[in-house]
């Protein structure tokens, strides 16, 4: 400390900048999150859904860097092609190496096959040290709402090996066509 | 929201959470005996409420008198996290009233002054992931900058950074790209403070110089809105805060620099730009801080002046007490040190050959000044910040010393760390970095950030280990923690100076800074019973302190 100090100048400290000769503001921050849903990371509930049903349709994101998290909230769009399903507000924030399911109700599918899109921060909210992993598709079938009796014969001969097993008539969802399948059918023919 | 009925003789309490940091506007409004039937005529005001907050300390954190309409609304940081109370009281007698109350909470992540806010606390709630390599950009490489402050000047949602120099007051986006500056101004030399100071919906930011004038810049383009002169060169950065509980904010500073006893503190209508009133208090410096240290739910002003620490009514400027403490000289920071629902203010001061004083950092209680404990020091302490760092339910004081040395003090325990360092700088230039205090790594303790003169900006646990340390060559000072690229999370915005031959290689572009050493533990540890833990003027002192441990 410097003995001879002028009190007069004891209260020009810490507050002082004029004897600097140069100075710099810096910004110091800390990794970005990396968000990615992967095709793999995208259900459907049911898995086989028909043309009467109202489809949840959920996609796991996933936070994979394990240094960084999120803390801000951010949007998953949902897609059919290019139609707009709906989105769901992730607010919580996501760990390193963290992950949280977002899902949306799709309402009532037409039948056919669909290549559903998950978009995870649509809006563009969260920095990310990759961008370009935020997207993925998976296709999903959606069969008529209405069975009739020829598609549990149809079914049963998918289930013996004699056609090829179409995914849409795995109505109970195991992944594989078999009987039970073509029982659920009469069943379901007969309450029509 | 809740819509009730209140009895002609009975109060109501409304409970809701806040977040500490969090701004709170709750909103109370009663009906007034509406007869359609009859007559609008006698829709008359039959009833009068007041409306006072607490916290869930049972501190009042502000509270709405008005009289002559149906409507009460106050507007409050909330200092804690946890639950409130509204407690509406009916003034008079009247009629059972339906009564209907609403709320709002933004939280703000603002540094828009110096140490943080008016309380001078230096701590953020924010969080991040500073804990590994860090990536930096250097904003703004000028000269004789002061410190940053960080706030939403736009009111685009994202914070911005605002900093002065001698001559100019610069604003720019976190991403570096520059917004504003304004020149017409000489001699800035501290913090800008940013607050809404007109209640336009706008914000201002309000510049204080060593020309004796204080600058009101339109926050969002950096137009000159307006400017006052004081007597005096202008040193203790300003605060805006509603001192008279009007709704409206008021702004208040100090002048005086030099050995002369008419220093004033000043408050100004922030709208109407009016001096409310100017105080001469004594002494020679005058830094302020400010926070309803009473409970009566108005704010009083802490101010030290080298000759002591005075509280002032803010409202009137009227002095409430003052205390002798010979070179008291530090900015004070003011906080529930023990966690009793009263305020503490803490303060340092210093050692002079031929002056006197001592080396020590005061814990005194802020409602009447008496002092509570003291700590001795080796060296000059810089100014206080205060969280619960260790974790223990108590905050902390923690600061650094003119040879770097970081401190972190309660009432019983605490904790050093040896720096290396040494902040005389020539003749007449002392440095000694504030200390940011905030939970960087997200593990849910806090860390204390701290630059130092030796070109590192280091991040100690509260416990006292280092567990970063980042070398930015140069001179690292007083770093404001903010979310400057809409993240969410924190980011570090610092001074980094160069004086002679000091030098730092983090200017022009971008880049990474990595961590320089391993987690090191504090050099001290736990600081045991200190003899010199004593109760001056033989006043009598809580029991608490009589173990003799900090």
């Known amino acids: 400390m410097?003995?001879?100090?002028?009190?007069?100048?004891?209260?020009?400290?810490?507050?002082?900048?004029?004897?600097?000769?140069?100075?710099?503001?810096?910004?110091?921050?800390?990794?970005?999150?990396?968000?990615?849903?992967?095709?793999?990371?995208?259900?459907?509930?049911?898995?086989?859904?028909?043309?009467?049903?109202?489809?949840?349709?959920?996609?796991?994101?996933?936070?994979?860097?394990?240094?960084?998290?999120?803390?801000?909230?951010?949007?998953?769009?949902?897609?059919?092609?290019?139609?707009?399903?709906?989105?769901?507000?992730?607010?919580?924030?996501?760990?390193?190496?963290?992950?949280?399911?977002?899902?949306?109700?799709?309402?009532?599918?037409?039948?056919?096959?669909?290549?559903?899109?998950?978009?995870?921060?649509?809006?563009?909210?969260?920095?990310?040290?990759?961008?370009?992993?935020?997207?993925?598709?998976?296709?999903?079938?959606?069969?008529?709402?209405?069975?009739?009796?020829?598609?549990?014969?149809?079914?049963?001969?998918?289930?013996?090996?004699?056609?090829?097993?179409?995914?849409?008539?795995?109505?109970?969802?195991?992944?594989?066509?078999?009987?039970?399948?073509?029982?659920?059918?009469?069943?379901?023919?007969?309450?029509? | 929201m809740g819509r009730f009925t209140i009895p002609s003789t009975a109060e109501h309490t409304v409970y809701f959470d806040a977040v500490e940091g969090e701004k709170v506007r709750f909103v109370l409004c009663w009906c007034s005996h509406t007869n359609w039937a009859v007559d609008e005529s006698y829709d008359v005001l039959e009833s009068n409420f007041d409306l006072k907050i607490y916290d869930s300390h049972n501190t009042r954190v502000g509270d709405s008198k008005s009289k002559d309409n149906s409507y009460e609304v106050v507007d409050f940081t909330a200092p804690i996290t946890g639950e409130y109370e509204a407690r509406i009281s009916r003034v008079g007698r009247g009629e059972d009233e339906e009564v209907g109350c609403a709320w709002?909470?933004?939280?703000?992540?603002?540094?828009?002054?110096?140490?943080?806010?008016?309380?001078?606390?230096?701590?953020?709630?924010?969080?991040?992931?500073?804990?590994?390599?860090?990536?930096?950009?250097?904003?703004?490489?000028?000269d004789k900058i002061t410190y940053p402050a960080v706030a939403d000047i736009d009111g685009d949602g994202k914070q911005e950074i605002v900093v002065s120099n001698e001559d100019a007051v610069r604003a720019f986006e976190g991403n570096g790209d520059h917004i504003w500056t304004y020149t017409g101004i000489t001699d800035a030399d501290n913090t800008p403070t940013i607050r809404d100071v007109d209640n336009d919906g706008g914000q201002e930011v309000v510049v204080e110089t060593y020309n004796s004038k204080l600058y009101i810049l339109d926050a969002a383009s950096g137009d000159y809105e307006w400017e006052y002169t004081a007597d005096d060169i202008i040193v203790s950065p300003p605060i805006v805060s509603d001192i008279d509980g009007d709704g409206k904010q008021e702004i208040v500073f100090g002048d005086g620099y030099y050995f002369s006893e008419d220093r004033h503190i000043y408050a100004l209508n922030g709208d109407t730009r009016d001096e409310l009133w100017k105080v001469t208090p004594g002494g020679y410096n005058i830094w302020q801080a400010m926070a309803d240290v009473d409970g009566d739910g108005k704010q009083e002003i802490i101010g030290v002046n080298a000759n002591g620490i005075f509280a002032l009514n803010a409202e009137s400027g009227s002095m409430l007490w003052q205390k002798e403490y010979i070179t008291a000289v530090c900015p004070p920071a003011i906080a529930d040190l023990d966690d009793d629902g009263g305020l503490e203010i803490a303060?340092?001061?210093?050692?002079?050959?031929?002056?006197?004083?001592?080396?020590?950092?005061?814990?005194?209680?802020?409602?009447?000044?008496?002092?509570?404990?003291?700590?001795?020091?080796?060296?000059?302490?810089?100014?206080?910040?205060?969280?619960?760092?260790?974790?223990?339910?108590?905050?902390?004081?923690?600061?650094?010393?003119?040879?770097?040395d970081i401190y972190c003090l309660d009432r019983y325990e605490g904790w050093s760390y040896h720096r290396d360092g040494n902040g005389v700088m020539g003749d007449d230039c002392y440095i000694i970095s504030a200390v940011a205090i905030a939970d960087i790594d997200n593990d849910n303790n806090l860390e204390i950030i701290v630059g130092s003169t030796e070109g590192y900006l280091d991040i100690f646990s509260g416990s006292g280990s280092l567990e970063k340390r980042y070398n930015l060559g140069g001179i690292v000072e007083d770093p404001a923690i903010g979310d400057v690229d809409d993240d969410g999370k924190a980011e570090i915005v610092v001074k980094n100076g160069i004086i002679g031959s000091q030098s730092s290689s983090l200017r022009g572009d971008g880049g990474v800074i990595h961590a320089e050493t391993s987690p090191q533990k504090a050099t001290i540890g736990v600081i045991h019973a200190k003899t010199e833990i004593s109760e001056p003027d033989n006043r009598s002192s809580p029991s608490k302190t009589s173990g003799g441990v900090i």
């Open chain 1, 2 to 192: 410097n003995a001879s100090i002028d009190a007069a100048d004891i209260f020009t400290t810490t507050v002082h900048a004029s004897d600097f000769d140069s100075n710099a503001v810096l910004i110091l921050s800390g990794p970005d999150p990396d968000l990615v849903v992967a095709t793999s990371g995208i259900s459907f509930d049911p898995v086989s859904p028909t043309a009467a049903d109202i489809v949840t349709i959920t996609a796991t994101v996933h936070n994979q860097r394990d240094d960084s998290f999120t803390n801000k909230p951010f949007k998953v769009s949902f897609y059919d092609e290019e139609y707009l399903i709906g989105d769901d507000l992730i607010v919580g924030s996501i760990s390193p190496g963290g992950e949280v399911n977002a899902s949306v109700e799709w309402y009532y599918p037409c039948y056919g096959t669909h290549n559903i899109s998950v978009i995870v921060d649509s809006r563009n909210s969260i920095p990310e040290t990759d961008e370009a992993n935020n997207k993925a598709d998976k296709e999903v079938v959606v069969v008529s709402a209405t069975i009739y009796t020829v598609d549990a014969l149809l079914a049963l001969q998918m289930a013996a090996g004699s056609i090829p097993a179409d995914p849409a008539a795995d109505v109970n969802s195991d992944g594989a066509v078999t009987s039970l399948d073509a029982l659920l059918m009469l069943q379901y023919c007969k309450t029509q």
């Open chain 2, 104 to 142: 709002s909470r933004i939280f703000s992540h603002d540094w828009s002054m110096m140490n943080h806010d008016s309380q001078r606390s230096g701590r953020s709630a924010l969080r991040g992931d500073l804990s590994g390599t860090m990536h930096y950009i250097t904003i703004l490489d000028s």
């Open chain 2, 347 to 404: 303060f340092g001061t210093w050692y002079i050959e031929g002056f006197g004083g001592t080396n020590r950092s005061y814990v005194i209680d802020a409602a009447t000044g008496d002092l509570e404990w003291y700590y001795d020091l080796d060296d000059w302490p810089g100014q206080s910040s205060a969280g619960d760092a260790d974790g223990d339910g108590l905050l902390e004081i923690v600061f650094n010393t003119l040879n770097q």
